[in-house]
């Protein structure tokens, strides 16, 4: 069963904007802690940006605080990730991915129990 899909990936220039969109399926009822991972060719997956579903304080890695924006719409099927001042480095694949953990900040891939397909960003000079 597919939980998150996401979609919104894209080519863009340096400085350019992209908005991406997590649909969480109603077969997710607890891990209401979603995130945005993202991965570059040859490394880790790492953490961008999270959020509680429901409520709560958004929490963003350090190299996309100010620039990257995560939220939910009204009906909290739909996480966004709005990228804004894009550079080369934050190409990679983006993947939503949703855990049970309380917060706090983004965790540890191990702790997310759904991951979407990922859905490719890819920033140009």
């Known amino acids: 069963q597919v939980h998150l899909v996401e979609s919104g990936g894209g080519s863009v220039q340096v400085g350019g904007s992209l908005r991406l969109s997590c649909a969480v399926s109603?077969?997710?009822?607890?891990?209401?802690?979603i995130a945005w991972f993202r991965q570059a060719p040859g490394q880790g997956r790492e953490g961008v940006a999270a959020?509680?579903?429901?409520?709560?304080?958004?929490h963003y890695a350090d190299s996309v605080r100010g620039r990257f924006r995560i939220s939910v719409d009204n009906l909290k099927v739909t996480v966004f990730l709005e990228m804004n001042s894009l550079k080369p480095e934050d190409t990679g694949m983006y993947y939503c991915?949703?855990?049970?953990?309380?917060?706090?900040?983004?965790?540890?891939?191990?702790?997310?129990?759904?991951w979407g397909k990922g859905t490719q960003v890819t920033v140009s000079s």
């Open positions: 109603k077969t997710i009822v607890d891990a209401n802690y």
């Open positions: 991915a949703a855990a049970t953990r309380p917060g706090g900040s983004i965790g540890e891939v191990s702790e997310y129990t759904h």
């Open positions: 959020v509680y579903r429901w409520a709560g304080t958004p």
